[in-house]
């Protein structure tokens, strides 16, 4: 955390990405962060602490990955990952939100009870959600939303700061009896967010096949990568779940079909919806750990789904903290210093980092700001180097 009363200047910042699709880039301006803070975009200050030189780069706002599986700190069994939060760091993921913690070895997916799920959210609440060793923001604690859970159970999840649900292991043969429905209304009621697993079963064998019937029947806040993680539904009932639940944000993670993400981006441009476009990397998994997994969605987004290149951004920023209730995410006062700095790489033909994504190259990562504290500087250990990189210095 950044000393009290301290403040930080970006300055020489070629292009802003806000991260919200209501607000257009802006060129040649620069950041004043207080205490952590964002305070005000476009002025200068005499005496700032720390003075963050963009050095005409592109800054946008910290990556919210929608979509990750944690299981203890900063170990997951899944590719015996250790440290892989910190890696993400470097890839520019600042906020991360649990799909969740379903990799705990010994898990009896098809005999969850209630009693397991919740001790498992409340434990990864209290742990992994609470300890930051690496800095990123990680929304840990997500329920396993199982048959015979209770109003009170919800309301000991929300008393413990647990927001996230997911139904992926729900038995959907009996929706008919209302329950999953009732789950639904329980956590609006109590301000929380419910995903849900679409498409087909994924590598453990265990989740469920939601196609249209199921995922329009629940109605859940945000339906969990529609476009494959890894088996997507088949393209008409994509569109038809994008048609007939216009009140729902659709993921896209990087255990895509890249196919399906095409049919999936097509149609929220054609209806004038992509705010609901949402993006994660479904990772640690058997898509593999991948610390610049949500800049490759990015690139691919704007390099071959035919997205301008901020839009983009905002699908793995503003719209993904929007969409889970998470303050980040967005470059504007009164939001938390969450920033990336990030340019071409030698060798790009591109002119800044938003023309990199739009060229679906890699951009190079110099500086990240979380709460105005740079833990990033100088180089990102995850990309090859900016060509012109930002630097850090105290005022
Ligand atoms: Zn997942």
Same mark, same amino acid.
């Given at each position: 955390?950044?000393?009290?009363?301290?403040?930080?200047?970006?300055?020489?910042?070629?292009?802003?990405?806000?991260?919200?699709?209501?607000?257009?880039?802006?060129?040649?301006?620069?950041?004043?962060?207080?205490?952590?803070?964002?305070?005000?975009?476009?002025?200068?200050? +005499?005496?700032?602490? @720390?003075? $963050? %030189? !963009?050095?005409?780069?592109?800054?946008? *706002? #910290? =990556?919210?990955?929608?979509?990750?599986?944690?299981?203890?700190?900063?170990?997951?069994?899944?590719?015996?990952?250790?440290?892989?939060?910190?890696?993400?760091?470097?890839?520019?993921?600042?906020?991360?939100?649990?799909?969740?913690?379903?990799?705990?070895?010994?898990?009896?997916?098809?005999?969850?009870?209630?009693?397991?799920?919740?001790?498992?959210?409340?434990?990864?609440?209290?742990?992994?959600?609470?300890? +930051?060793?690496?800095? @990123?923001? $990680? %929304? !840990?604690?997500?329920?396993?939303?199982? *048959? #015979? =859970?209770?109003?009170?159970?919800?309301?000991?999840?929300?008393?413990?700061?647990?927001?996230?649900?997911?139904?992926?292991?729900?038995?959907?043969?009996?929706?008919?009896?209302?329950?999953?429905?009732?789950?639904?209304?329980?956590?609006?009621?109590?301000?929380?967010?419910?995903?849900?697993?679409?498409?087909?079963?994924?590598?453990?064998?265990?989740?469920?096949?939601?196609?249209?019937?199921?995922?329009?029947?629940?109605?859940?806040? @945000?339906?969990?990568?529609?476009?494959?993680?890894?088996?997507?539904?088949?393209?008409?009932?994509?569109?038809?779940?994008?048609?007939?639940?216009?009140?729902?944000?659709?993921?896209?993670?990087?255990?895509?079909?890249?196919?399906?993400?095409?049919?999936?981006?097509?149609?929220?441009?054609?209806?004038?919806?992509?705010?609901?476009?949402?993006?994660?990397?479904?990772?640690?998994?058997?898509?593999?750990?991948?610390?610049?997994?949500?800049?490759?969605?990015?690139?691919?987004?704007?390099?071959?789904?035919?997205?301008?290149?901020?839009?983009?951004?905002?699908?793995?920023?503003?719209?993904?903290?929007?969409?889970?209730?998470?303050?980040?995410?967005?470059?504007?006062?009164?939001?938390?210093?969450?920033?990336?700095?990030?340019?071409?790489?030698?060798?790009?033909?591109?002119?800044?980092?938003?023309?990199?994504?739009?060229?679906?190259?890699?951009?190079?990562?110099?500086?990240?700001?979380?709460?105005?504290?740079?833990?990033?500087?100088?180089?990102?250990?995850?990309?090859?180097?900016?060509?012109?990189?930002?630097?850090?210095?105290?005022?």
């Amino acid at each position: 955390m950044p000393n009290q009363s301290s403040v930080t200047l970006v300055t020489n910042v070629g292009t802003l990405v806000t991260g919200e699709l209501t607000s257009p880039p802006l060129h040649d301006t620069s950041v004043l962060i207080e205490d952590g803070t964002v305070v005000a975009i476009g002025e200068d200050h +005499r005496r700032p602490d @720390v003075v $963050v %030189d !963009a050095n005409g780069q592109t800054v946008i *706002p #910290g =990556l919210v990955d929608g979509h990750v599986h944690p299981t203890v700190g900063e170990w997951t069994p899944a590719q015996n990952s250790t440290g892989w939060v910190r890696n993400y760091l470097h890839g520019g993921t600042t906020t991360m939100v649990s799909a969740g913690e379903l990799h705990v070895p010994g898990l009896p997916f098809d005999d969850l009870s209630p009693e397991l799920v919740l001790g498992l959210a409340t434990l990864s609440r209290q742990t992994i959600g609470a300890y +930051r060793p690496s800095g @990123v923001k $990680v %929304d !840990a604690g997500t329920l396993l939303l199982v *048959p #015979g =859970l209770r109003a009170n159970d919800f309301d000991r999840m929300a008393e413990a700061g647990i927001r996230q649900l997911k139904f992926i292991f729900y038995d959907w043969s009996r929706l008919d009896d209302g329950e999953a429905a009732e789950y639904v209304a329980w956590a609006h009621e109590r301000g929380m967010v419910v995903k849900l697993h679409s498409g087909g079963v994924s590598r453990s064998g265990s989740s469920r096949v939601a196609g249209y019937d199921v995922v329009t029947a629940v109605r859940p806040d @945000v339906v969990a990568h529609i476009s494959g993680g890894p088996i997507p539904m088949p393209d008409e009932e994509i569109r038809g779940v994008l048609d007939d639940l216009p009140q729902a944000a659709v993921e896209v993670c990087s255990s895509m079909n890249y196919r399906a993400t095409k049919v999936t981006v097509d149609h929220l441009v054609a209806t004038g919806a992509v705010d609901r476009l949402t993006l994660g990397t479904d990772t640690p998994g058997g898509t593999g750990v991948i610390p610049r997994g949500m800049l490759r969605n990015i690139c691919y987004l704007a390099g071959m789904c035919g997205l301008a290149p901020e839009v983009a951004v905002a699908a793995a920023t503003g719209n993904v903290a929007r969409w889970h209730g998470n303050p980040a995410g967005v470059l504007a006062p009164g939001r938390p210093a969450d920033l990336v700095v990030l340019g071409p790489i030698q060798g790009s033909s591109a002119r800044d980092g938003l023309e990199s994504f739009a060229l679906g190259d890699l951009p190079g990562i110099s500086v990240v700001l979380v709460d105005g504290a740079p833990l990033v500087a100088g180089r990102g250990e995850q990309t090859p180097p900016a060509r012109t990189p930002a630097t850090v210095r105290r005022g």
